[in-house]
C-alpha cells in the first residue's frame, strides 16, 4: 500500500478528522443563519422606530440575493471555488460576510441617524417604483433601509459563497461515507440558527430601551467567531491537501469556463435547479413574514410568536440528521422531494385559511411542526443528489448555477409577497393588523408547482439511472 493511501485511511477515513472538519464548516454557516435573518422578528420595530413599511422591508429582504443574481456573483463564486479550492473561498466569504454586516449594523444604529450618510441615503436612488425597477431601492425608501439594503447585499455574496463553499467542503470529506447525513447535520446546525434568531433578536431589541441595533451588533460579532472557524478549517485542508498531493481529487482535472456548458445543458439539473428555487421561495421569504404573520393572526408580541415559529427551524434541526442517515443507508431521495412538497402545500394552505378563521396557537403549532419536517425532507434529498448528477470537477460550480438560480427567487418573492401584502391591506398602517391570507396562498402555490417537478424528476432518475433512489454508502 502506497503512503497516500495511508494517509487517506488514517484522515478521510477518520472519522474524527472529517466530522471536525464538518463542525467547523457547519458552526460558520450557524452564525451566517442568524445574521441573515436577525431582522426577520422585528418587522414591528422596524416600522415604528425606522418607519420600514412593509415595501421597505420587503426590498431590504430581497436585496440580500441582488448582487447574486444580477451581477452573477454565485456563478463568479462557483468558478473561484473550482479554481481556488475549499479554504482559500471560505475565508473569502467569511471576509465578505463580516463586511457586509459591518453596513447593515451602521445602517440601523442610532449613529446613522441624523448623519451625513442618512442624507446622502435620502438622496440616493430614488427610482420610481415602476416595474422595471429591479434594483432594492425606490424613492421615498428610508436612508436607514436603502443602507442596510447595500450592507445586505454583500452579506448576502458572502453567506451564499459560504454555503457553495460548505457543500464541496462536505462532499471532499464524506463522498461514499455519510454525506447525506453530514449535510443533514450541517443543515440541522445552521438552522438551529434560526432558531436563535427568533427567540433572541426579540428578547435582546426588547431590553430597556428597545432598539433594533442590539441584536445585529451581537450578530456582527458572532460573524466574527465564523470567521475564524472557516480560517481553523482551512488548516485542516491545507494539511489534507499536502498529504493527498497530486491525488487530490480537486486537482484532478482543472475547471474551464466552458464546462460551464455541461452543467446548462443537462435536463435533469435544471429539475433540480427549479425544484430548489420554488422550494426555498416558499420557506426563507416565509421566514422574513413568519413572525409578524402570527402576530397579525394571533394578536401576539413578538417574544410569543417567536416562542411558536421556534419549533419550526428547531424541529428542522432534529430531524434532518436522520433523514440524511436514512438517505445514506435506504435511499429514496426523490420520493423524499415529492413528500416534503406535499407537506408544505397543506402548511402554507392551513396559514392562509385556518389559521385567520379559527385564531388558534394549535393550527399555528401544527403548521409549523410539518412545515419543519417539509424543511428537513427536501434539503436532506436533494443536495446530495446534486453531486450523483454531475462530474467532480464540475461540482463547485454545479452548486454555484444552483445557489444563483434559487438566488432569482430568493431576490424576487420576498419583494412581490411585501407588494401583495401592502397591495390587499389598503390604508392599513399598523404593523400587527395586516391580512395575510393572499401571501399564504402564493406560497402554496410555489409547493404546487415544486410538487410536480418533484415527480417529473423522479421519472427521469427511473429512466435514466441517476440513482436519486439509492444509498450514498457503497458497500
Same mark, same amino acid.
Given at each position: 500500500?502506497? @503512503?497516500?493511501?495511508?494517509?487517506?485511511?488514517?484522515?478521510?477515513?477518520?472519522?474524527?478528522?472529517?466530522?471536525?472538519? +464538518?463542525?467547523?464548516?457547519?458552526?460558520?454557516?450557524?452564525?451566517?443563519?442568524?445574521?441573515?435573518?436577525?431582522?426577520?422578528?422585528?418587522?414591528?420595530?422596524?416600522?415604528?422606530?425606522?418607519?420600514?413599511?412593509?415595501?421597505?422591508?420587503?426590498?431590504?429582504?430581497?436585496?440580500?440575493? &441582488?448582487?447574486?443574481?444580477?451581477? #452573477?456573483?454565485?456563478?463568479?463564486?462557483?468558478?473561484?471555488?473550482?479554481?481556488?479550492? %475549499?479554504?482559500?473561498?471560505?475565508?473569502?466569504?467569511?471576509?465578505?460576510?463580516?463586511?457586509?454586516?459591518?453596513?447593515?449594523?451602521?445602517?440601523?444604529?442610532?449613529?446613522?441617524?441624523?448623519?451625513?450618510?442618512?442624507?446622502?441615503?435620502?438622496?440616493?436612488?430614488?427610482?420610481?417604483?415602476?416595474? /422595471? =425597477?429591479?434594483?432594492?431601492?425606490?424613492?421615498?425608501?428610508?436612508?436607514?433601509?436603502?443602507?442596510?439594503?447595500?450592507?445586505?447585499?454583500?452579506?448576502?455574496?458572502?453567506?451564499?459563497?459560504?454555503?457553495?463553499?460548505?457543500?464541496?467542503?462536505? %462532499?471532499? /470529506?464524506?463522498?461514499?461515507?455519510?454525506?447525506?447525513?453530514?449535510?443533514?447535520?450541517?443543515?440541522?446546525?445552521?438552522?438551529?440558527?434560526?432558531?436563535?434568531?427568533?427567540?433572541?433578536?426579540?428578547?435582546?431589541?426588547?431590553?430597556?430601551?428597545?432598539?433594533?441595533?442590539?441584536?445585529?451588533?451581537?450578530?456582527?460579532?458572532?460573524?466574527?467567531?465564523?470567521?475564524?472557524?472557516?480560517?481553523?478549517?482551512?488548516?485542516?485542508?491545507?494539511?489534507?491537501?499536502?498529504?493527498?498531493?497530486? =491525488?487530490?481529487?480537486?486537482?484532478?482535472?482543472?475547471?474551464?469556463? @466552458?464546462?460551464?456548458?455541461?452543467? #446548462?445543458?443537462?435536463?435533469?439539473? /435544471?429539475?433540480?435547479?427549479?425544484?430548489?428555487?420554488?422550494?426555498?421561495?416558499?420557506?426563507?421569504?416565509?421566514?422574513?413574514?413568519?413572525?409578524?404573520?402570527?402576530?397579525?393572526?394571533?394578536?401576539?408580541?413578538?417574544?410569543?410568536?417567536?416562542?411558536?415559529?421556534?419549533?419550526?427551524?428547531?424541529?428542522?434541526?432534529?430531524?434532518?440528521?436522520?433523514?440524511?442517515? &436514512?438517505?445514506?443507508?435506504?435511499?429514496?431521495?426523490?420520493?423524499?422531494?415529492?413528500?416534503?412538497?406535499?407537506?408544505?402545500?397543506?402548511?402554507?394552505?392551513?396559514?392562509?385559511?385556518?389559521?385567520?378563521?379559527?385564531?388558534?396557537?394549535? %393550527?399555528?403549532?401544527?403548521?409549523?411542526?410539518?412545515?419543519?419536517?417539509?424543511?428537513?425532507?427536501?434539503?436532506? @434529498?436533494?443536495?446530495?443528489?446534486?453531486?450523483?448528477?454531475?462530474?467532480?470537477? +464540475?461540482?463547485?460550480?454545479?452548486?454555484?448555477?444552483?445557489?444563483?438560480?434559487? =438566488?432569482?427567487?430568493?431576490?424576487?418573492?420576498?419583494?412581490?409577497?411585501?407588494?401583495?401584502?401592502?397591495?390587499?391591506?389598503?390604508?392599513?398602517?399598523?404593523?400587527?393588523?395586516?391580512?395575510?391570507?393572499?401571501?399564504?396562498? +402564493?406560497?402554496?402555490?410555489?409547493?404546487?408547482?415544486?410538487?410536480?417537478?418533484?415527480? /417529473? +424528476?423522479?421519472?427521469?432518475?427511473?429512466?435514466?439511472?441517476?440513482?436519486?433512489?439509492?444509498?450514498?454508502?457503497?458497500?
Amino acid at each position: 500500500m502506497t @503512503s497516500t493511501n495511508t494517509v487517506r485511511q488514517s484522515l478521510r477515513e477518520s472519522k474524527v478528522a472529517r466530522w471536525t472538519a +464538518l463542525v467547523l464548516l457547519a458552526s460558520a454557516m450557524f452564525f451566517g443563519y442568524i445574521f441573515m435573518d436577525i431582522l426577520s422578528p422585528l418587522q414591528e420595530i422596524l416600522q415604528t422606530q425606522r418607519g420600514w413599511d412593509p415595501m421597505a422591508y420587503g426590498r431590504y429582504a430581497g436585496s440580500e440575493t &441582488f448582487l447574486n443574481v444580477f451581477v #452573477f456573483f454565485l456563478i463568479f463564486a462557483g468558478i473561484i471555488l473550482d479554481k481556488m479550492g %475549499v479554504r482559500f473561498t471560505a475565508i473569502l466569504s467569511g471576509i465578505v460576510m463580516v463586511a457586509g454586516a459591518a453596513i447593515n449594523y451602521y445602517a440601523v444604529s442610532n449613529l446613522f441617524q441624523g448623519s451625513p450618510a442618512e442624507s446622502f441615503m435620502n438622496n440616493f436612488m430614488n427610482l420610481p417604483l415602476a416595474w /422595471w =425597477n429591479i434594483t432594492p431601492f425606490f424613492e421615498g425608501m428610508p436612508a436607514s433601509a436603502k443602507l442596510s439594503a447595500i450592507g445586505f447585499m454583500f452579506f448576502g455574496c458572502g453567506v451564499e459563497m459560504a454555503g457553495i463553499t460548505v457543500s464541496r467542503g462536505i %462532499v471532499k /470529506w464524506f463522498k461514499g461515507k455519510e454525506m447525506a447525513l453530514a449535510m443533514g447535520v450541517e443543515m440541522a446546525i445552521a438552522r438551529i440558527g434560526v432558531a436563535v434568531v427568533v427567540l433572541g433578536s426579540p428578547f435582546l431589541a426588547s431590553m430597556k430601551p428597545v432598539s433594533v441595533e442590539r441584536p445585529v451588533a451581537v450578530a456582527v460579532l458572532l460573524l466574527l467567531i465564523g470567521l475564524i472557524s472557516f480560517i481553523c478549517y482551512a488548516f485542516m485542508d491545507k494539511k489534507l491537501e499536502n498529504e493527498l498531493g497530486e =491525488n487530490d481529487e480537486e486537482k484532478e482535472d482543472p475547471f474551464k469556463l @466552458s464546462d460551464l456548458k455541461c452543467i #446548462f445543458s443537462s435536463k435533469v439539473f /435544471w429539475l433540480v435547479a427549479l425544484l430548489c428555487l420554488l422550494y426555498y421561495s416558499a420557506i426563507f421569504p416565509f421566514q422574513k413574514y413568519a413572525i409578524n404573520m402570527l402576530q397579525c393572526n394571533l394578536g401576539y408580541s413578538a417574544e410569543q410568536a417567536g416562542k411558536i415559529f421556534f419549533v419550526f427551524p428547531l424541529g428542522a434541526a432534529a430531524i434532518t440528521p436522520f433523514l440524511g442517515n &436514512f438517505l445514506d443507508r435506504r435511499g429514496k431521495g426523490a420520493s423524499m422531494l415529492i413528500l416534503g412538497a406535499l407537506l408544505m402545500i397543506g402548511c402554507h394552505l392551513s396559514f392562509a385559511l385556518l389559521l385567520p378563521m379559527t385564531k388558534s396557537p394549535i %393550527v399555528a403549532y401544527v403548521g409549523i411542526v410539518f412545515l419543519g419536517i417539509s424543511f428537513s425532507l427536501v434539503p436532506a @434529498s436533494l443536495w446530495p443528489s446534486v453531486p450523483k448528477l454531475v462530474d467532480n470537477r +464540475l461540482l463547485g460550480s454545479a452548486y454555484a448555477a444552483i445557489f444563483w438560480i434559487q =438566488n432569482i427567487g430568493l431576490y424576487a418573492f420576498p419583494m412581490i409577497i411585501g407588494a401583495v401584502l401592502q397591495g390587499t391591506n389598503p390604508g392599513v398602517t399598523n404593523p400587527l393588523e395586516y391580512n395575510y391570507t393572499a401571501p399564504m396562498l +402564493l406560497f402554496a402555490s410555489l409547493g404546487v408547482v415544486a410538487l410536480l417537478l418533484g415527480v /417529473w +424528476l423522479k421519472a427521469e432518475d427511473k429512466k435514466k439511472g441517476y440513482g436519486l433512489e439509492l444509498p450514498n454508502i457503497k458497500d
